[in-house]
């Protein structure tokens, strides 16, 4: 993998019911990453996909009387449909019961055999269903119906007894904390790797990596009556969606090891414990890192059919737009916490950041422009120090917004940017530029000059979130979408004089509190 090349991934949702918030959350933090890194310069390859394997998709498709593949088919189009609805910048969309799936997940387990860390024996514990997760005596508790439940997920478990491949997960503990140790940013944020490697520090058992219980799912090379435990079937498709086992093709090459697994903190064991044992056992390279975000609260709570507080994102999306929920999801969630949607807040949001502040003063300047420049960008003939020290500002802090977006740090990130905005809006209305243009002309044209240049560059900061309002900005100053990048923010000959400039149209409109 060259220096240049940026692979980032979504976890593969589960498509056992209709998508949620949380796959709409984990896509949009991916794709903004994705489309910053694109602007930033990098040949960026960003997976998302569906998980279509295990007993819980079974179970599902028996209940609604279906073929477990046709039943994957319906659901799985639906989260395919949501990365278009979301606008994400996705170039790839990986399903699991893919014939270049298949192929990958069977050679892993080969590779795994042959090192010796597979082994078959019994298993009897407790397994969810719901999260296709086993857990330890310590891990379970009954809840108030009395039913042994998951203490991390609250998920039912129930007792299985059933013959078993296992994976030598024991024999990694050490070789695990050591690659923890020298790679101290492979798991963020801090909180998890603590997290993490207290777990692995508790002692690691050997892992069960094959059911015989059902029959859908890949099965087990030579011993047909297993099935490749799902985690082990499902992780490995950041490897399929690169042509594994053919290392020596260009998307491989380009783009393994993987830059970041964008996850949620409930999967987080899987992917910083397990995911890396079976990739060294394998002998390949581990992923650069593993980010695990909080979750969605609705109202202070977490989603649950049975509170009856789940949020559709198809339906926020219709009522509001998806550049406002992109907005909203990376302006007011803190990354590395679990974050609260209420619709009094995200109304808010709408109304003070995009249609007061970036909305208005884009309408506001470009309206100006029509009526006292002609529709054109004005040549400035001098800079002031007030209008100097604006641009300056902002073009020096690009290399800290790099560092943000490295860190994902997306929430200070939009913030940032946020904070240009109204200084920009303030710049303006402390400028007067309605009242110079009577008494000094050419001052006029430096003031339009200084802030047509703040919107240029404020939209860029802001395209990897809201694509559509800023693609519409920026095509209304003629800035062509090959043009969108930062190193345009410090191209000062960018702006294509004697032509006209474009109307975007409103970009936000304000929300009513009826609404």
Same mark, same amino acid.
């Given at each position: 993998m060259s220096d240049n090349n940026f692979y980032i991934t979504t976890p593969i949702y589960y498509p056992s019911g209709k998508p949620h918030m949380g796959h709409a959350y984990s896509s949009i933090i991916a794709d903004v990453i994705a489309r910053f890194k694109r602007i930033e310069g990098f040949n960026v390859y960003y997976l998302t996909g569906t998980d279509e394997h295990g007993l819980k998709i079974q179970r599902e498709a028996e209940k609604n009387n279906k073929d477990p593949k046709i039943f994957c088919d319906?659901? !799985? =189009?639906?989260?395919?449909? #949501?990365?278009?609805?979301?606008?994400?910048?996705?170039? %790839?969309?990986?399903?699991?019961?893919e014939n270049r799936h298949l192929k990958s997940v069977t050679e892993i387990w080969s590779r795994l055999v042959k090192s010796g860390d597979i082994y078959l024996d019994k298993y009897s514990g407790w397994y969810s269903v719901s999260d296709e997760a086993y857990y330890d005596e310590d891990e379970i508790e009954k809840n108030n119906k009395g039913e042994n439940t998951s203490k991390s997920s609250g998920s039912k478990v129930e007792w299985v007894e059933e013959e078993s491949y296992f994976f030598k997960l024991s024999s990694w503990e050490k $070789?695990? @904390? $050591?690659?923890?140790?020298?790679? !101290?940013?492979?798991?963020?944020?801090? &909180?998890?790797?603590?997290? *993490?490697?207290?777990? *692995?520090?508790?002692? #690691?058992? %050997?892992?069960?990596?094959?059911?015989? !219980?059902?029959?859908?799912?890949?099965? *087990?090379? $030579?011993?047909? =009556?297993?099935?490749?435990? *799902?985690?082990? %079937?499902? @992780?490995?498709?950041? #490897? &399929?969606?690169?042509?594994f086992p053919d290392e020596q093709n260009k998307l491989y090459k380009d783009f393994w090891p993987a830059s970041v697994h964008i996850i949620g903190k409930d999967i987080l064991r899987f992917h910083a414990v397990y995911w890396p044992a079976f990739l060294m056992a394998a002998g390949l390279k581990c992923p650069q890192r593993v980010f695990g975000h909080g979750w969605i609260l609705s109202d202070d709570k977490k989603m649950s $059919? &049975?509170?009856?507080?789940? @949020?559709?994102? @198809?339906?926020?999306? %219709? =009522?509001?737009?998806?550049d406002q929920l992109r907005y909203y999801l990376i302006k007011e969630v803190s990354l590395g916490n679990d974050g609260n949607i209420s619709m009094y807040n995200l109304k808010n949001c709408i109304n003070n950041d995009l249609a007061n502040n970036y909305g208005n003063l884009c309408q506001r300047v470009l309206t100006f422009v029509e009526k006292n420049c002609d529709n054109e960008i004005p040549r400035p003939e001098a800079l002031n120090e007030k209008d100097k020290k604006l641009i300056k500002r902002l073009k020096d802090e690009v290399k800290n917004m790099i560092d943000l977006i490295n860190r994902q740090d997306l929430n200070t990130y939009v913030k940032k940017v946020v904070e240009f905005s109204f200084e920009s809006n303030k710049y303006f209305n402390d400028s007067e530029p309605w009242k110079v243009v009577k008494s000094d002309p050419k001052r006029m044209q430096s003031i339009i000059y200084t802030i047509l240049e703040q919107i240029k560059n404020i939209s860029i900061l802001l395209n990897p979130i809201i694509p559509f309002a800023t693609n519409k900005i920026l095509y209304a100053l003629n800035i062509e979408e090959k043009e969108i990048s930062l190193k345009t923010i410090s191209n000062e000959k960018i702006f294509k004089y004697n032509k006209k400039l474009k109307k975007p149209g409103i970009l936000f409109r304000k929300i009513e509190n009826d609404n």
């Open positions: 319906e659901i !799985s =189009k639906k989260f395919k449909d #949501l990365t278009k609805t979301l606008n994400l910048s996705n170039n %790839d969309f990986i399903r699991t019961t $070789k695990l @904390l $050591k690659f923890y140790e020298e790679n !101290s940013n492979f798991i963020l944020p801090q &909180s998890r790797k603590n997290e *993490v490697v207290s777990f *692995v520090k508790r002692g #690691l058992k %050997d892992l069960s990596v094959s059911r015989t !219980s059902f029959t859908w799912g890949i099965k *087990v090379p $030579k011993n047909e =009556k297993h099935v490749i435990y *799902v985690w082990l %079937d499902a @992780l490995t498709n950041y #490897l &399929s969606a690169l042509n $059919k &049975s509170i009856g507080n789940i @949020l559709d994102p @198809l339906e926020i999306i %219709d =009522k509001f737009g998806i």
